[in-house]
C-alpha cells in the first residue's frame, strides 16, 4: 500500500481533507486555515507557512536564478510552470479563460476575472481627490495624477 492508499483517519473539521496523522492533519489546519506563516525572508517581508515556497522565493527574487529558458526567445523563468504559462500564452496563443459577455480571452484566468471587474462591473476603487476620476488599477489613476493634475 502506498502512501496514497493509507488509512486516513484524522479527518479536518473545516474541510474534507483526510490525513494519516494527526501532526499532518495539525499543519493543514495551521497552515491552510489558520492561514499562519511563521517562515519570514530574511531580505524582505515575505512570509510562508512552508520552506520550499521560501526556499523558491529567495532564488528567484533576491538571487535572480531563472534557469528555465524558452526556445523560442529569450524569456527566463525561475519556476517550470512559469515558463509552460509563457509558452501557451505566447507561442501557443492559448488562451482558455474566455468572457461570456464578449469576445475577451485570456491565458490567465486572474486576467479574466480583472477584466470581469474592471470593464463589465465597472470596479474603480482607485478615487482621484481633484476630480471625479476613478479607475481599476492604481498605476492608472498615478498616471492620470501626473498628466492632469501635476501640469
Known amino acids: 500500500m502506498n ?29 491552510v486555515h489558520q492561514r499562519l506563516k511563521e517562515l519570514k525572508c530574511e531580505e524582505c517581508d515575505y512570509r510562508t507557512s512552508q520552506k520550499s515556497p521560501l526556499n523558491r522565493h529567495i532564488l528567484a527574487v533576491h ?3 531563472k534557469p528555465f529558458k524558452c526556445e523560442e ?21 492559448f488562451k482558455p479563460f474566455k468572457c461570456v459577455q464578449c469576445d475577451y480571452e485570456s491565458s490567465l484566468d486572474g486576467h479574466l476575472r480583472r477584466h470581469i471587474l474592471a ?27 501626473k498628466n492632469i493634475h501635476m501640469k
Open 63 to 65: 538571487k535572480k536564478l
Open 3 to 31: 502512501q496514497h492508499e493509507e488509512e486516513k483517519p484524522f479527518v479536518c473539521e473545516f474541510c474534507d481533507y483526510e490525513a494519516a496523522l494527526k501532526s499532518t492533519l495539525t499543519m493543514h489546519v495551521k497552515f
Open 119 to 145: 470593464v463589465h462591473m465597472k470596479f474603480r476603487p482607485h478615487k482621484c481627490h481633484e476630480c471625479d476620476y476613478s479607475s481599476f488599477e492604481k498605476r492608472s489613476l498615478k498616471r492620470h495624477v
Open 73 to 93: 526567445c529569450d524569456f527566463e523563468a525561475s519556476q517550470r510552470c512559469h515558463l509552460k504559462k509563457h509558452v501557451n500564452a505566447i507561442h501557443m496563443n
